[in-house]
């Protein structure tokens, strides 16, 4: 496993140099292929993959909308990547590269058999672990502990895989489960992947930048035909993708030394905190954590009276202060950085007492004379 980190980690092929042309041209085309085919299948042009999403008991839209847009965001993806392949790829990072095609074309088989036809639970987390496990087999592992100041820490042995396949397997599903407004799933991809690109161009990686970069675009490509109100959704076959390549770039990266992991994982704060509270807080009254629910930070102030566009804008705000943060804390001392992040705790305290407060407002506004 060792030997695919290290052939994983020198991915670009040895004295070779990336054209400025390919570095501009990868990105512009992923953006292209992503918003050409999620427009074909926003107007229903391609009939086999058009699947409707009902509203249901976890929804915010009110009327049957395709939600097969992730479709584009992976072809967008794979377009923009291919043509980087003859500067980007090392031989011997082939079979890393591979695993990690092979856990992608896993994800998305499954995740797209279950926007069409319901998959059970059991199965679509056996094909998650599969693809974690793929991750590993590609040297995409969590091998330090990455805090600040102790990112040397290494992680022993045998509990380094199995933090990375809890990792990645909930990075999957949080993102899955924070795919449930307009604009919020497309919004993190952009501002997410965008961060990781800037991080990996600033750490001198720029194979590490293209790949999120070109991610990034693609999203973006699906993201103009989602801002509300949506013509498509990212469906499951893009919110499993887009969380299993945010779990991959953040290990991936730290594990080359680009950024510590705690940064990478502050660049996504904004789905990590939001998914990670509220599963807590199902679990604390015995909530069942898989049934479809909207007790999310963003689905409470919409049914508490905020517009979309309103909640979007804010959620806009926090993901582009996480990714500021994220890029600006690299140059700070390991007690500014644990400063840093006692101040986001406080900020995320801040932002849970505000959704109380406006859902305490609407109740009571019945009663106001």
Known sequence: MQAHAATLSSAVAPDTLLPLAIGIAAPVL???VAASVVWLLRRNRLLLLRILDQPNERSLHQAPVPRTGGVGVLLGAAGGLALTLPWLLAPAAGWSVASLVLATALLAGVSLLDDHHHVPARYRL?????AAALALVAGVAWRALGLPGLGGLLLPGWLAPALTLVLIVWIINLYNFM???DGLAGGMAVIGFGALAVLGMLA???????VAAVIAAAA???LVHNLPRAGIFLGDV???VLGFWAAVLLLWGAGRGLFPLWLGLLVFSPFLVDATWTLLRRLARGAPVWQAHREHHYQRL???GW???RTLFWAYVLMGAAAASAIGARDLTAPEQWLLLAGWAGLYGLVHLRVDLVERGQSAAPDRP
């Open 204 to 210: 001198g990686a720029a194979d590490y930048a293209l």
């Open 302 to 304: 919409v049914l508490a």
């Open 238 to 240: 893009g919110s499993t």
């Open 126 to 130: 056996a094909a998650q672990l599969t």
């Open 179 to 181: 795919d449930g407004m």
């Open 307 to 309: 517009s979309t566009r």
């Open 30 to 32: 992923a953006l292209l």
């Open 220 to 222: 973006g490509g699906f």
